[in-house]
């Protein structure tokens, strides 16, 4: 059976000990006295999600030129293999790595030589979904218009950030142009905010949604309301991140997140890593998570299906 991972960030799962390289190579100074790397980039036990979000500042920082993006693409890659995974889908920002020796498709193809060198290594699949970060209206913007010349080299278009003051429906016109394109669009939707936010991400063509837990506020004793039942019918997938709501305190325990109910009642439910390095995770130890909640056959979780994949 072929493994599928759908959703997960680039700059959210750099290996401890290459972040530490690539701080010494660049001289990059608030890594360079911290020991424990690791545990400074696990924000398990965040008060916030500004605190966690804070991580990333410093991944970002890492990821300046095309050799690091590269190996952090291949490393990446190369982990979700080791993983079992034999389809990657994986996700950043590009702007947030261009500067004055680096344009928005130079950061594409240092990302596509890692994952093809991965490719040749190991046979697994990756490819590239571009971010645009939802509280930066421009930046947005940019990524969508990126889509036009980056066609052929990215698999899909999302976008990320704060959910919550932040709806699909102000990107509406870039949304548009990027389905246009023929781009895939899924949207991080029913995560910071709820059920609303869900419909206007399907309004705005979204062909999946990005964690969507919170679509489980539609379910009323057991009965779907007309957005849930819209979503079990079309059998749309939810790119669900278990740990990765415990760390953003959605729920406070694994025990107390919706999985579970989400697949007895029907909804297309697939199973995902977000940010391996900030929450300390991988897809093996995702699937732990799942077994132990109950869920029978944890593989089908990652199960690749054509229909859901943003690979041709
Ligand atoms: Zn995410």
Do not use: W
Not at 121 to 148: F, Q
Not at 247 to 274: C, K, R, W
């Amino acid at each position: 059976m072929y493994k599928h991972v759908l959703h997960d960030h680039l700059d959210g799962g750099l290996r401890p000990s290459t972040a530490k390289e690539l701080a010494e190579s660049i001289n990059y100074k608030p890594l360079l006295d911290i020991d424990n790397v690791e545990s400074f980039f696990d924000r398990s036990s965040s008060d916030s999600l500004e605190e966690y979000l804070e991580a990333f500042t410093h991944t970002i920082a890492l990821m300046q030129n095309y050799s690091s993006i590269e190996r952090i693409a291949f490393e990446a890659a190369e982990d979700m293999h080791l993983n079992g995974i034999n389809f990657y889908e994986s996700r950043y920002a590009p702007f947030y790595s261009v500067n004055n020796e680096m344009t928005p498709l130079d950061v594409i193809d240092a990302i596509n030589s890692g994952f093809k060198i991965a490719e040749n290594t190991y046979g697994i699949r990756s490819g590239l979904i571009l971010c645009g970060m939802r509280h930066d209206t421009k930046d947005v913007i940019n990524v969508a218009n990126l889509c036009l010349e980056a066609k052929d080299k990215i698999i899909g278009f999302d976008i990320a950030g704060p959910e919550l003051n932040f709806p699909p429906s102000l990107f509406r016109e870039s949304f548009k142009k990027v389905k246009e394109l023929g781009v895939n669009i899924t949207i991080h939707a029913g995560e910071g905010d709820g059920v609303n936010s869900i419909i206007d991400a399907l309004d705005n063509g979204a062909m999946r949604i990005g964690h969507g837990v919170r679509i489980i506020e539609d379910i009323n004793s057991n009965k779907p309301g007309e957005t849930a039942k819209k979503i079990i019918e079309q059998q749309i997938p939810l790119e669900i991140c278990i740990t990765s709501n415990i760390h953003t305190n959605m729920y406070e325990n694994f025990d107390s997140h919706p999985i579970v109910d989400l697949i007895a009642l029907g909804f297309n439910v697939y199973l995902n890593t977000d940010n391996r390095l900030m929450s300390n995770t991988s897809i093996s130890k995702e699937l732990e998570i799942a077994k132990s909640l109950g869920i029978e056959n944890v593989e089908n979780l990652l199960k690749y299906s054509a229909s859901d994949s943003f690979f041709d």
